[in-house]
């Protein structure tokens, strides 16, 4: 997604809810009981038959909700490095811009043609999104991204 792991998340799968033991509510007892860890599971594990899928949540504060659905599994490509992302479009929307309420208002702000006056703008830029482009998407950049994650978490 481009979001810096600033909050909580949950995966839910098959009405289990799997969680991250580092965050600091997996300690309250009330979620303990209820969260299984999340770094148990591989994704392998969770999907493996076409239309399998789990809701991924970021950010209670905010819900920012995702359905992934596994669609076709395609034959392996020795040449290619994996994960690979096939396609995509548009940009990751900013963390703490308010869940997607605040992000379309962050949008129409920007869109009505002095971005300068946004009230977003000083924020955007305070994050590092000095030239945020809602319908920006990079293939190779995600790709990139995706094969660093890989290698940092293999070693």
């Known amino acids: 997604m481009g979001w810096r792991d600033e ?3 949950d995966f839910i799968l098959h009405g289990l809810q799997f969680g991250d033991p580092e965050q600091d509510d997996f300690d309250d007892p009330s979620v303990i009981d209820k969260v299984l860890d999340a770094t148990k599971i591989t994704l392998s594990q969770a999907v493996n038959t076409e239309r399998d899928g789990f809701t991924y949540l970021y950010d209670s504060g905010d819900d920012w909700y995702h359905k992934i659905t596994l669609v ?5 490509e020795p040449k290619l ?4 992302c096939l396609t ?3 940009a990751c929307p900013p963390e703490n811009v308010g869940g ?12 009505q043609g002095n971005a300068e006056s946004s009230r977003h703008l000083s924020w955007l830029k305070s994050c590092g999104y000095h030239d945020f482009g809602p319908l920006a998407f990079d293939i190779e950049e995600t790709n990139q991204t995706l094969a660093k994650l890989f290698n940092s978490q293999r070693r």
């Open 7 to 9: 909050h909580y998340y």
């Open 72 to 76: 076709s599994i395609l034959p392996i």
């Open 81 to 84: 490095t994996y994960p690979f």
């Open 88 to 90: 995509g479009e548009g």
């Open 100 to 111: 997607i309420l605040g992000y379309y208002s962050m949008l129409e702000d920007l869109q």
